[in-house]
């Protein structure tokens, strides 16, 4: 979920330009406390959307160009879209006091819970989000948001590892493979930089949550990443692809989609067998929205065959939309093995959620590690 | 009037904030709340931070030292060309700014990989490959390439200032090339060099780009604590601190920088 990382199409995120966003963003992080959200008056399902205009906030790149057009083509309703470069930023918008003059925004999922949990979000009405039931049944039961009580998911995927087949002399198996390398791998290898995956491997390597906050797990996490960091030629969240392509390393800790960026058949991605995380980049609606049925329907149109197309064909995520996935599967999946993940395999992933307080620490191992 | 107005708009006021962040607690989004507190000033002298500090001195310290190695002999060179093709030099020298930093930086990985152009020269001659990607070394070198204009600019203007009667008399007088570098050159520029060193040293000690892209978490500077702090820990207050840190450094360093600049100004005389 929680992608700091930029959300390009994939010819951009082949150039600078994503790299060179992703770099200065924003990760994951949490907090504490808050109201539950509580639903307001019931919205109008007959509701004239061509009388309501709404403004949607989402990373640059990461949907249609031509949504705006095809919106209001479908619907009636006016659009407009603005851009928010990272998670913490928009969350800094919306949690800023005020009116924020945004209707919908993308947040990814941990985000929306810490959202819903300040109470800023108007509950998902699923009346009026009738496509929710093209979705898989495991897209819609995450853990921070079962049941799409406030969020509707827009992309899902997880985290593993991309490594060079034509490199090793066996293919990575577990998470220890790369946490301590056989010695044809050492200095050929490359971890995230950004909490919570920087911990995840380690996390699940030595058996806990992905989502752990207990202090004496999360010292032997560090003590871990302590170990493996000599090991490492770097952290890297921006250009690990380009180190896979050009063989400098053997293998990255990746999110799924990002392998396929390399454009390099060798690569391989493969989910440890010790298990990763599942994350999810869903729409929410804010409470503050004066055009809330505009809102819903925004959502479902996201939902539709039409624009989950688009995002699991050029961004190369995975769609929640049962449909267009096993398409995708079928037309894609043998040149980006991410896109053929199965929905159970990947539902055994953990769920990421709002770390709260927690965020801090997992920092503070961050910067221990990469001080080492 | 408006000086002052200026002064305390962008200046006054931000800086006021910061202070008083720094001695709140981080709020749920990031933000700040009370209680008071001096945990967040507490922490900075906790032995990582002062370690990533000290590191963070050295590398911004370091790039400066290049960049006036390479600096000084290039704006020398400037001054000796005919008038228009000052011109040229000095647009040569600007014009990397004018190519976005993230953009120039990229391209450094480009080169310094271990299947990258240099790697691949030293292989060439029997020496590589090497990692230069992801090193302390690549930070420094990022650096430095970084702001080696704001080096050459100062250093320019004062060799300009600079009345080439004295360096002729020297000679004449029978002082070698060293001697009048020594005596002349370097004391009468002082203040450009102060200067460049003060530009080149600043915004180094900040930055946090090239330590990410070039460092690849092996050379974590003060610049990535602070962004972290504010955009991954949401720990607004703690990240103010280590602001204020930074920030105190390099008033002392300012003051350094006017008092030396004070001292060369009275020989001057």
New interface residues.
């Given amino acids: 979920m929680a992608r700091q990382r930029t959300r390009a199409s994939r010819a951009s995120i082949l150039g600078i330009a994503g790299a060179v966003c992703a770099v200065l963003l924003a990760a994951c992080g949490g907090g504490s406390s808050g109201g539950e959200a509580s639903p307001s008056a019931s919205l109008d399902p007959n509701a004239d959307l061509s009388k309501q205009s709404i403004v949607v906030s989402n990373w640059d790149a990461y949907m249609d160009p031509d949504v705006a057009l095809k919106f209001t083509d479908t619907t009636k309703a006016n659009i407009t879209v603005a851009k928010h470069a990272t998670n913490e930023e928009i969350v800094g918008k919306l949690t800023a006091g005020g009116d924020p003059g945004i209707d919908v925004a993308f947040v990814s999922g941990q985000y929306a819970q810490a959202l819903n949990e300040a109470g800023l979000l108007e509950p998902i009405d699923p009346k009026l989000v009738p496509n929710l039931a093209n979705l898989y049944p495991e897209s819609k039961n995450l853990a921070f948001d079962p049941g799409n009580k406030f969020s509707v998911p827009y992309a899902w995927g997880t985290t593993g590892i991309c490594y060079r087949e034509d490199l090793m002399s066996a293919p990575p198996t577990s998470w220890n493979d790369l946490l301590n390398p056989a010695p044809e791998n050492v200095k050929k290898t490359l971890m995230l930089a950004t909490q919570p995956w920087m911990n995840l491997p380690a996390a699940k390597a030595l058996g806990f949550s992905a989502n752990t906050t207990d202090q004496g797990q999360l010292d032997q996490i560090k003590q871990q990443l302590l170990k493996t960091k000599p090991t490492l030629l770097g952290f890297d969240d921006v250009t690990f692809y380009e180190r896979l392509a050009s063989g400098e390393v053997n293998m990255a800790v990746a999110w799924d989609g990002w392998c396929n960026y390399s454009g390099d058949p060798n690569v391989k991605f493969v989910v440890p067998k010790e298990g990763a995380d599942l994350w999810a980049d869903t729409m929410v609606v804010l409470k503050s929205s004066k055009n809330k049925e505009a809102a819903m329907a925004y959502i479902n149109f996201m939902i539709g065959d039409e624009m989950q197309s688009w995002m699991t064909n050029n961004i190369l995520y995975k769609s929640p939309n049962k449909a267009v996935a096993e398409k995708a599967a079928a037309e894609l999946g043998a040149d980006y093995p991410n896109i053929a993940m199965t929905p159970a395999d990947l539902a055994k992933g953990e769920g990421l959620i709002d770390l709260g307080e927690a965020a801090k620490i997992y920092q503070q191992i961050a910067t221990e590690v990469q001080a080492s | 009037m408006p000086a002052l107005t200026y002064l305390i708009v962008l200046m006054v006021v931000p800086l006021t904030l910061v202070i008083a962040y720094a001695f709140l607690t981080?709020?749920?989004?990031?933000?700040v709340q009370g209680p008071v507190t001096l945990d967040n000033i507490g922490r900075l002298f906790e032995p990582?931070y002062l370690?990533?500090l000290v590191?963070s001195v050295v590398n911004a310290g370091l790039a400066t030292f290049f960049a006036f190695l390479i600096g000084f002999p290039a704006a020398l060179a400037i001054t000796r060309l005919p008038a228009t093709w000052q011109t040229a030099a000095l647009v040569a020298v600007v014009l990397p700014f004018w190519t976005?930093f993230?953009?120039r930086t990229?391209a450094w990985?480009i080169l310094l990989?271990?299947?990258g152009i240099l790697s691949d020269a030293l292989g060439l001659v029997g020496l590589g490959p090497v990692?230069f990607?992801?090193t302390r070394q690549a930070v420094i070198l990022g650096l430095t390439y970084a702001y080696i204009p704001l080096m050459v600019l100062p250093i320019y203007a004062s060799l300009q200032r600079l009345d080439p009667t004295l360096l002729e008399a020297a000679r004449n007088l029978g002082a070698g090339p060293w001697r009048r570098f020594r005596t002349i050159l370097l004391p009468l520029t002082l203040p450009g060099i102060i200067t460049g060193c003060l530009f080149v040293f600043i915004p180094s000690l900040g930055n946090f780009?090239i330590p990410?892209?070039l460092?690849?978490?092996?050379s974590?500077m003060i610049g990535n604590?602070v962004r972290?702090?504010f955009?991954?820990?949401?720990?607004w207050p703690f990240g103010s601190a280590l602001a204020l840190m930074v920030l105190a450094l390099l008033v002392v360093i300012v003051m350094f920088q006017a008092s030396a600049s004070r001292r060369t100004r009275r020989w001057g005389a």
């Fill in positions: 981080a709020g749920r989004f990031g933000g990582l370690g990533i590191s976005n993230l953009i990229y990985i990989n271990r299947e990692d990607l992801y780009v990410e892209l460092g690849g978490g092996n974590q604590l972290d702090q955009l991954k820990s949401r720990d």
